[in-house]
């Protein structure tokens, strides 16, 4: 069952999260840095 | 009088213990209204921290109970997470105008037309100098094994074509390597060099037809550029490193769900739709009201989420993104414009034809946010330069009405060029805050559908982990 209908589904009374890497923040909105696949 | 009976914490601090929710030494949790059927968030503006409850559980929740346990628990680590972030990053990337030139005259550009026009441009010689002076002082803050980047841009780089191709082939091994182009000379031997070397490749592209584009990006003469750019965009289809970036005006703003549409069905991979900028004055004409811009933008979300749904292909809208990355991962942003401070002067920076750095692009046409010269200023001085720290300097805790605003960490108050040009200074919002207000609440509405994945890119979480996770409770 893909995540949002589980949800959905599961109705929680919170929803809560979050996640931390190493901080890279490198770009402005000038040009796409999202992603590393081009190198 | 007896003796003194009020206690005082020996640090100096609030004597209280912090059981209550917005008082004492308790957490700040702000109520933030969704527009969702179900749910509304409570924010920790300081820590970015948040959680979606139950409209007729809210009561409960903020009396106490775990949620606000485990959040006391992990308060102190999310404070210093957004430290780290705010404050603690070293640049790794440049913002690299080889040329003043450009042979459009599009209508909201935020270099001025007499620069445009017959501006400098930048020897090879001056050009390989100037990486070699940027590897060396990247070298000093870069850790081992990343790459710092360099991402050409304009004005319009390729008119530099010859020591652009030559520096990128020469420092192919020290960065990684961008070009953000209008696409009007990409012809077939270049789209060569570029894509077999990994080179990023951006183009700019504001509509889905010729009459639409045409309006704001054209040649000197007049002429749209629209054909070019599509068949080019046509050309790059598959490749990893290709986008497209649209800027929003006035001329557009009504056709940004066919603009996302057209840019699926040609196999874009990520977009950005940006606002446009309101640096200078010739762009505030194109500005378009933050409700009007917020009312298309979603509905241009809405539709890249049908899209998916339909072909099991994205197209991410990058800008979006990364405010939706901004609260399930604080630290993975990758665009550093909205946060506070944004990453002007401390994450990247700017350097225009003749040397004369820039906390960003943004502010290549204003003389006083020149922090030196790469050629004659060691780099290190020039970040500490008055022209520099006034952007550096500038957070939401100094802004009315951001001081206050529940999510200030997702939006960071772009941006300090706009602030200080459009709207009078550095303690001012910049020119879309209703706008982010709108792009927050939507992101917290797509996290209460479980619906976030799908508006971002595959592996945005490949090297994080969880810090927190109210199913955990």
Redesign the interface.
Known sequence: M???????KT????????????????????????????? | MGAQTISLAQDGAAPSRGRFVNTGRGPTLQPVELGHA??VALVDADTA??????RE?LGA?LAGGP?LRAYRR?AAQ?AE?MR??RF??KP??V?FNPTARCNLDCSYCYIPRTMRRSGPQMSSERLNEALQRLKDYFKTVVPKG??P?I?F?GSEPLLNREAVFAGIERFRDDF?F?V?TNATLLDETAIEFLTSR???I?LSLDAHEAKIADRTRRTWAGRGVFDQVTRLMRRLRG???F?V?CTVTTENVRHLSSIVEFFHANHV????L?MV?CTLPPSRKVKPTDAVAAKHFTAALDRTYELYRRTGRKL?V??F??VLVSI??????????D?SP???GR??FAIAPNGDLFP???FIGLPKFKGGNLFTDPIERVLSSRAFTLVTGRKVEDIEPCRRCAIRHFCGS?CPAEAHEMNGGMERTGAFCEFYEEQVRYALRL?????E?AYL?DGW?R?????????M?
């Not at chain 2, 399930?328 to 414009?337: E, H, S, V, Y």
């Not at chain 2, 090297?463 to 199913?471: L, P």
């Open positions: 893909k995540k949002e209908d589980r949800r959905k109705q929680k009374d919170v929803i809560a999260s979050r996640k931390r890497c190493k901080a890279e923040g490198t770009g402005l909105s000038h040009y796409i840095l999202m992603d590393k696949k081009a190198r | 179900r749910y921290f948040w959680a979606l409850v139950r559980k929740v949620l992990k999310f997470e780290a972030l603690g990053l790794s990337a913002y990343r790459l980047q991402v841009h990684r961008g953000q990994g080179v990023g951006g490749y990893d490193g986008n970036i991979p990520v977009c950005m940006n900028r991410v990058a800008n993104a990364n399930l991962a604080p630290t993975a942003r990758r665009l550093m414009c946060i944004c990453g002007g994450c990247f960003c692009s943004e772009p996290i209460a559908d479980g619906k994945a890119w979480d090297h994080t982990q969880d810090t927190f996770d109210a199913n409770l």
